[in-house]
């Protein structure tokens, strides 16, 4: 057993490894985003969603609390037993109020959160059967669709799939296509997606959500640079790099990266990367989008579905979308 944890360990510090290189490698520079989470990075995205300016949580929030009953009820519309699969569940804040509204049905399905944060999915596995006793729960750590193929295989239920937070604001539009086509194939006709967006608004506000006044986020970017230190033997000085966020509100990309504020030179894993002044890494993008757009997506992948759910300021949706 320590062997396989051993083994498993190696084989994601080797894809670590090779992805960071590649992106430092890379002109221009960036980084993956599923990087950040290691356990300070789950810890400093916690004080994000807390945060005055991160308006998203709580407007996703107030959906979940105020309107998983009818989200339950459009779930048990169908009356066969299912399987809900998270995907990239984090802390499970907003879905509780989902899963606490279907266990107190009493329908017949279990809960498969998926995370590519051990640490997540250790604390949803021991956290949530002692708040709702008797759900049934499989906790699946590793990547998106690797994770989901064997959530699929787990049982021939039909799947009900929650994938909100904005998690595909974190890919840019033609990426999002991409995912839900992905997403598409593996499910089957008559299967769910719960699917969260955040909506293009008053550009201000969303610039404020990733360029917080205490500098939250910049601390959750720079994290990354301390965690390749660590884990890659890396030598980042911190100080010597800024954190930067933009929002076009014509595509509704709000990107964020770090600066290196002089020419200096990096150290990875044995490997050497220049910085020229002012030089960026593109850290992450957070997209914002249209109810048009959210809408053309689903036709274009393979979905259907009229049902959306809004919080009260129409910051956020959550459509539902049924596989064709
Ligand atoms: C922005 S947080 C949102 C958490 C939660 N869905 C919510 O709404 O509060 C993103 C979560 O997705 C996970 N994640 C990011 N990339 C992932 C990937 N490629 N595969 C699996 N999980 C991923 C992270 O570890 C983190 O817990």
């Given at each position: 057993?320590?062997?396989?944890?051993?083994?498993?360990?190696?084989?994601?510090?080797?894809?670590?490894?090779?992805?960071?290189?590649?992106?430092?490698?890379?002109?221009?520079?960036?980084?993956?985003?599923?990087?950040?989470?290691?356990?300070?990075?789950?810890?400093?995205?916690?004080?994000?969603?807390?945060?005055?300016?991160?308006?998203?949580?709580?407007?996703?929030?107030?959906?979940?609390?105020?309107?998983?009953?009818?989200?339950?009820?459009?779930?048990?519309?169908?009356?066969?037993?299912?399987?809900?699969?998270?995907?990239?569940?984090?802390?499970?804040?907003?879905?509780?109020?989902?899963?606490?509204?279907?266990?107190?049905?009493?329908?017949?399905?279990?809960?498969?959160?998926?995370?590519?944060?051990?640490q997540m999915v250790a604390?949803?596995?021991?956290?949530?059967?002692?708040?709702?006793?008797?759900?049934?729960?499989?906790?699946?750590?590793?990547?998106?669709?690797?994770?989901?193929?064997?959530?699929?295989?787990?049982?021939?239920?039909?799947?009900?799939?929650?994938?909100?937070?904005?998690?595909?604001?974190?890919?840019?539009?033609e990426e999002a296509k991409?995912?839900?086509?992905?997403?598409?194939?593996?499910?089957?006709?008559?299967?769910?997606?719960?699917?969260?967006?955040?909506?293009?608004?008053?550009?201000?506000?969303?610039?404020?959500?990733?360029?917080?006044?205490?500098?939250?986020?910049?601390?959750?970017?720079?994290?990354?640079?301390?965690?390749?230190?660590?884990?890659?033997?890396?030598?980042?000085?911190?100080?010597?790099?800024?954190?930067?966020?933009?929002?076009?509100?014509?595509?509704?990309?709000?990107?964020?990266?770090?600066?290196?504020?002089?020419?200096?030179?990096?150290?990875?894993?044995?490997?050497?990367?220049?910085?020229?002044?002012?030089?960026?890494?593109?850290?992450?993008?957070?997209?914002?989008?249209?109810?048009?757009?959210?809408?053309?997506?689903?036709?274009?992948?393979?979905?259907?579905?009229?049902?959306?759910?809004?919080?009260?300021?129409?910051?956020?949706?959550?459509?539902?979308?049924?596989?064709?």
């Amino acid at each position: 057993m320590d062997t396989i944890k051993t083994e498993e360990r190696v084989t994601v510090l080797a894809q670590f490894r090779k992805d960071i290189l590649a992106g430092l490698q890379a002109e221009p520079k960036f980084m993956q985003a599923k990087y950040f989470y290691d356990q300070a990075g789950d810890l400093l995205f916690q004080q994000i969603m807390k945060m005055d300016e991160y308006y998203l949580t709580n407007a996703e929030m107030e959906i979940f609390v105020k309107q998983s009953g009818d989200i339950a009820n459009l779930i048990a519309r169908e009356s066969s037993s299912f399987d809900l699969i998270e995907l990239g569940a984090g802390d499970a804040t907003k879905s509780i109020h989902l899963l606490t509204e279907l266990c107190n049905r009493d329908l017949e399905f279990s809960y498969f959160p998926i995370d590519i944060s051990a640490q997540m999915v250790a604390h949803l596995e021991d956290f949530l059967p002692r708040q709702l006793p008797g759900l049934s729960i499989k906790g699946l750590n590793g990547d998106y669709f690797e994770m989901l193929d064997k959530g699929i295989a787990l049982s021939n239920r039909r799947k009900v799939v929650l994938f909100m937070g904005g998690n595909i604001g974190n890919m840019d539009v033609e990426e999002a296509k991409e995912f839900c086509r992905k997403l598409n194939n593996s499910l089957s006709k008559g299967d769910l997606l719960i699917i969260g967006f955040d909506l293009k608004k008053e550009p201000k506000q969303i610039l404020a959500a990733y360029n917080d006044a205490k500098g939250i986020t910049a601390a959750f970017n720079l994290n990354l640079l301390s965690r390749i230190n660590r884990e890659l033997d890396g030598d980042f000085e911190l100080q010597n790099f800024e954190h930067y966020a933009c929002y076009d509100p014509e595509s509704g990309a709000c990107k964020s990266y770090l600066i290196s504020l002089k020419a200096q030179a990096v150290h990875i894993a044995g490997e050497t990367i220049h910085f020229a002044p002012f030089e960026a890494i593109y850290m992450e993008i957070s997209q914002k989008y249209s109810l048009q757009e959210i809408e053309a997506i689903a036709v274009a992948t393979g979905f259907h579905g009229k049902h959306r759910f809004f919080d009260a300021q129409k910051y956020f949706v959550d459509a539902v979308w049924l596989v064709d």
